[in-house]
């Protein structure tokens, strides 16, 4: 018997055939050797004697355990996402790995306890997360008929991989062949068959004192009226046998959408319809992929290709189908326009997100032991949704408690539903570049894999949007002008409530610029050990808007990460691996950053009190402004005022200035970047030829956080710092400004995964996994889950709420508010099951189901001092019920001629149309106190958020908010469901392909 071992350079992921040639042994081919991203793919043969002419074909089967590797990676081909129950992008499929799940509160998918802005998603190389927020925008979540195959990697991920905290999505898009293959078809969802829209939670609260009165109500909206279409067209095959082919797709995704909204008025005790009307917005997205592979010669392979993915939306809904207090909107455009109302000024309203990628790749072989890859790549985005006939007027909001008849505006008016901000550009263009080498080599002690390589990107952002010479004005009627301030300023007795000016806007043009360097070896010094060793260095800036030469540059030794990771095959059949990982990983700085701290937003709030005998539209931008001036800081309060504001907060003091200091704002010179640990280890064994168990566990941490932290100033606005919460300079400015605590980020995240896997053999698989975990701390993370609007957290990176003011971070009794996080769910329970039938030679049917059971999420109480922050203690009302889904799949299949096949598709998610609690009201207080109003024992701000830190409040709240003489402080609505898992979805297809 001859053994032999045969090692080659990694492979492009596919589908390929591997022929083996020996003399005096017959040949063997192998067909469909599948490779898969990021994992090693081992063939075992045995030659039979014979002619060398001879040749013996087979399918080959690949191992499922990879003895070699310490990632944690979830593998998706289009043939396994062809037995899916999914939508219709690549994102609905995420949740298959067992570390990620959506998490709306966590910004958007969180993996292994990272919120959703600190992912990478890379498609064919090119990062396509979103430049400012981190997230994965519409344009770039392809859908699934441009999928070759993806790897969601969640833990151990090597060193050529930068840029996330959280996972990576890696995914590769179809290429052609040597046959020509194509695919036409539908799919569509009819609204008629789509689950009801879920309750909402309306507060009504009107009156003071003994009159004060709220009545809280859920309202069932109606179903909209829709049908959506996405039809797929593909085609690929050869352009020259052997040598060029193609694939190119077309997949739009139409939606379109009719809303019938009734307006009533917004006190349930005599509430009466006043109109009604009907909107219709079509949406589109169209998908549209090209791409050539060639090979010129044995030794290279070239690539290239365009993913063209516009997003257009004509129309707009304006309102909910129920709207309480409101009238269809309405806006005089002036000239030839004049006054456009209800369907006929929506009709005109929308906008378009354009998105183009584009890449070109060549691999070169020129031998078994070395494979060299160059690639180049531009991304472009410009987000202008919702841009189309937008006002150039003042927008007006009516809140608090229900406004007086002479105000003109009932409780819940918006005479702007759509906005008023104007989005003249909001450009994005990201360059890279990457070169790399992988070689093996059989010395120095072993075999060795060796890969390393050199990564270049830039990233430019043209933007200017924004409301500043319009305004936003919110009228708050019932309210002290200290309730919006949070001051204790002077109140006029006859004021009937108090409002806000809000200007904000965004201007400028930067670019930034990445260098990476990386090196990894996977080191065999015996047969059954692996060392996967591998270092990461980066350098990277982060530029400014306002000219001024970037504040934070990170060098190539400050931005120093290693990976080693070690796997061990227990046995020599090679069915049984541990393993263990020490990681570190560091973001790479979004623009939200710069674009607020260095000089591109403009953020002031001007307060001012509500009279008696005067509409809403008497507090015009003109005579709350007056003639004052914009001083830097703003103005608290503004002596000899000319308008009507009494003080004024600037929220973008630029922290970049060569001349800032600690009372205007700076950035840290020591500053760290961003920056997690990871430890891990874990077994797997493969369990016959079929099946896989695996287990590991998993500990993160976040080490340094990057966030702006605020500190007020003696006009009552905010200066930041730029640094690392309670380390460097954050700490000393706090120990300087007499702030008795201060606190670090934290974030540990703590898992046991365990997963059994089969694979699809006599029509069976399926795979069943549960995670026991812990995320604890203070700080969710790059997204903050602490912050929700419409279900939604804050996609800020580094300018979040976390640490904005120095109470923050704490309760309400001066304690660190470290805790179970928004997102923490104890136990997530996971099964899949897919049954393939064969009726005969020429039909079958595939039924597959993915079914989810996990633990609540933490609720917690929050009040409003100058800032929202945790009033007893994160989870002090308990958990949100159990969250449980299933989604269903059923396919049926014709074999028609030639390999031409015809298939009928349904797929169902949430099966059961299951309604389950997302989310409650949490905050305790109807009207947010002040320092005066909760009887606090210090003057200005600083004093009293320096009294939380020391005394603490609790008292002082109890006492405000049991009030009998202000009744109107409490939220009835504490407590109550308010967010609530979306309805059924149900779409029907047919498909065929050739």
């Known amino acids: 018997m001859v053994r032999a071992a045969i090692g080659l350079p990694p492979f492009p992921p596919g589908a390929h055939r591997v022929t083996v040639a020996l003399n005096g042994f017959r040949t063997l081919v192998l067909e469909d050797v599948n490779v898969l991203i990021g994992r090693a793919t081992a063939v075992n043969v045995t030659l039979a004697l014979g002619a060398v002419t001879e040749a013996m074909t087979v399918t080959a089967v690949t191992p499922r355990l990879d003895t070699t590797q310490t990632t944690i990676q979830t593998n998706l081909t289009a043939a396994a996402l062809e037995t899916l129950p999914k939508g219709v992008n690549m994102s609905s499929v995420f949740k298959l790995a067992p570390a990620a799940r959506p998490e709306p509160l966590s910004g958007q998918f969180q993996i292994d306890g990272a919120s959703g802005s600190?992912?990478?998603?890379?498609?064919?190389?090119?990062?396509?997360?979103?430049?400012?927020?981190?997230?994965?925008?519409?344009?770039?979540?392809?859908?699934?008929?441009?999928?070759?195959?993806?790897?969601?990697?969640?833990?151990?991920?090597?060193?050529?991989?930068?840029?996330?905290?959280?996972?990576?999505?890696?995914v590769v898009t179809k290429s052609g062949t040597n046959q020509f293959r194509g695919l036409f078809g539908s799919t569509f969802e009819p609204g008629g068959l789509q689950g009801n829209p879920r309750k909402t939670l309306n507060a009504f609260r009107s009156g003071t004192g003994a009159a004060f009165v709220q009545v809280n109500e859920y309202l069932q909206p109606k179903k909209d009226t829709f049908t959506n279409y996405f039809p797929v067209m593909g085609l690929g095959g050869p352009v020259v046998a052997d040598r060029v082919w193609f694939f190119m797709s077309y997949t739009p995704q139409v939606f379109r959408e009719t809303r019938t909204t009734e307006y009533f008025t917004s006190d349930p005790r005599t509430r009466t319809k006043t109109t009604e009307a009907t909107y219709s917005r079509t949406r589109h997205a169209e998908y549209v992929q090209a791409r050539v592979d060639s090979q010129p010669s044995n030794t290279l392979r070239v690539s290239g290709a365009m993913t063209f993915n516009p997003y257009i939306e004509n129309g707009i809904f304006p309102h909910n189908q129920i709207s309480l207090g409101n009238t269809p909107p309405s806006a005089n455009f002036?000239?030839?326009?004049?006054?456009?109302?209800?369907?006929?000024?929506?009709?005109?309203?929308?906008?378009?997100?354009d998105g183009l990628n584009t890449w070109v790749n060549a691999n070169w072989v020129p031998s078994t032991s070395f494979l060299g890859n160059l690639r180049a790549a531009r991304g472009y985005l410009n987000e202008r949704l919702n841009s189309r006939?937008?006002?150039?007027?003042?927008?007006?909001?009516?809140?608090?408690?229900?406004?007086?008849?002479?105000?003109?505006?009932?409780?819940?008016?918006?005479?702007?539903p759509s906005g008023n901000t104007q989005i003249r550009a909001?450009?994005?263009?990201?360059?890279?570049?990457?070169?790399?080498?992988?070689?093996?080599?059989?010395?120095?002690?072993?075999?060795?894999?060796?890969?390393?390589?050199?990564?270049?990107?830039?990233?430019?952002?043209?933007?200017?949007?924004?409301?500043?010479?319009?305004?936003?004005?919110q009228l708050y009627y019932g309210y002290?002008?200290?309730?919006?301030?949070?001051?204790?300023?002077?109140?006029?007795?006859?004021?009937?409530?108090?409002?806000q000016l809000v200007r904000f806007g965004t201007v400028g043009k930067a670019s930034n610029t990445t260098h990476a360097i990386f090196l990894q070896d996977q080191w065999q010094p015996a047969s059954r050990l692996t060392i996967n060793a591998g270092l990461r260095m980066e350098k990277e800036d982060l530029p400014s808007f306002n000219g001024f030469a970037p504040p934070i540059a990170f060098g190539f030794f400050d931005k120093m990460v290693p990976r080693l990771g070690v796997a061990y095959a227990l046995t020599e059949d090679n069915r049984t691996k541990v393993f263990s990982s020490f990681n570190r990983f560091q973001d790479r700085l979004k623009f939200e950053l710069p674009r607020g701290s260095f000089g591109g937003d403009f953020y002031r709030l001007d307060f001012f009190e509500i009279q008696p005998n005067?509409?809403?539209?008497?507090?015009?931008l003109e005579r709350i402004l007056g003639n004052n001036r914009d001083v830097l800081g703003g103005t608290c309060p503004i002596t000899n005022s000319s308008g009507l504001s009494r003080c004024q907060y600037d929220y973008r003091i630029a922290s970049n200035s060569p001349n800032a200091d600690i009372y205007t704002g700076a950035v840290d010179p020591n500053l760290k970047p961003f920056t997690q640990t990871e430890w891990s280890f874990g077994m797997e064994r493969q369990l016959g030829a079929e099946m896989l168990l695996s287990a590991r566990y998993t500990h993160k941490q976040v080490d340094h956080a990057i966030e702006d932290a605020g500190f007020p100033t003696a006009e009552g606005s905010e200066a930041y710092i730029i640094g690392n919460p309670g380390e460097g300079l954050h700490a000393t400015t706090a120990r300087e400004f007499g702030y008795a605590k201060t606190l670090k980020a934290?974030?540990?995240?703590?898992?046991?995964?365990?997963?059994?896997?089969?694979?699809?053999?006599?029509?069976?698989?399926?795979?069943?996994?549960?995670?026991?975990?812990?995320l604890f701390?203070?700080?969710?993370?790059?997204?903050?889950?602490?912050?929700?609007?419409?279900?939604?957290?804050r996609t800020s990176p580094g300018v979040n709420r976390f640490f904005d003011l120095p109470h923050i971070g704490f309760t309400a009794a001066g304690n660190p508010d470290n805790g179970r996080l928004a997102t923490d769910r104890p136990h997530v329970l996971n099964a899949y099951g897919a049954y393939g039938h064969e009726w005969s030679g020429r039909q079958s049917t595939t039924v597959s189901v993915f079914s989810t059971v996990q633990s609540g999420t933490p609720l917690t109480s929050f009040y409003t001092l100058y800032a929202q922050a945790i009033l007893f203690g994160r989870g002090d009302l308990g958990r949100t019920p159990v969250f449980t889904n299933t989604d269903l799949l059923l396919a049926h299949r014709l074999q028609l001629k030639s390999a031409r096949t015809l298939t009928f598709e349904l797929n169902v998610l949430n099966l059961f149309d299951e309604a389950n609690v997302l989310g409650r009201n949490t905050l305790r207080a109807g009207v947010n106190p002040s320092i005066a109003t909760l009887g606090l024992p210090v003057s200005g701000e600083p004093a009293a958020l320096n009294y939380i830190l020391t005394n603490g409040i609790v008292s002082n709240w109890d006492a405000y908010i049991n009030s009998t003489a202000a009744p109107q402080r409490k939220n009835t609505a504490y407590g109550m469901d308010n967010l609530f898992q979306g309805p059924r979805a149900v779409r029907l297809g047919v498909r065929f392909s050739f």
């Open 118 to 170: 600190e992912n990478s998603f890379l498609v064919d190389g090119l990062e396509t997360s979103n430049f400012r927020t981190g997230v994965l925008n519409l344009n770039n979540n392809l859908p699934f008929e441009f999928v070759e195959e993806m790897s969601i990697k969640t833990s151990g991920f090597n060193a050529e991989f930068g840029g996330a905290t959280g996972g990576v999505v890696n």
């Open 334 to 353: 002036g000239g030839s326009t004049g006054v456009l109302s209800g369907p006929t000024l929506t009709s005109r309203q929308g906008g378009k997100q």
């Open 389 to 416: 006939s937008i006002p150039e007027l003042t927008r007006f909001v009516c809140t608090g408690l229900a406004p007086p008849s002479y105000a003109g505006c009932a409780l819940g008016f918006n005479n702007l």
């Open 426 to 473: 909001e450009k994005s263009t990201r360059m890279s570049v990457e070169a790399s080498g992988t070689w093996r080599v059989k010395e120095f002690g072993g075999d060795h894999q060796i890969k390393g390589g050199y990564q270049f990107s830039r990233l430019t952002n043209d933007v200017n949007r924004g409301y500043v010479p319009l305004g936003y004005v």
């Open 480 to 499: 002290e002008i200290n309730d919006l301030s949070g001051r204790d300023d002077p109140v006029s007795p006859t004021a009937i409530g108090a409002g």
């Open 614 to 620: 005067t509409p809403y539209t008497y507090y015009s």
């Open 746 to 774: 934290v974030r540990d995240y703590d898992a046991l995964e365990l997963r059994l896997d089969r694979r699809s053999a006599k029509g069976v698989a399926w795979n069943v996994s549960y995670t026991l975990s812990r």
């Open 777 to 793: 701390g203070n700080y969710s993370g790059l997204a903050s889950s602490d912050e929700v609007t419409g279900g939604q957290g």
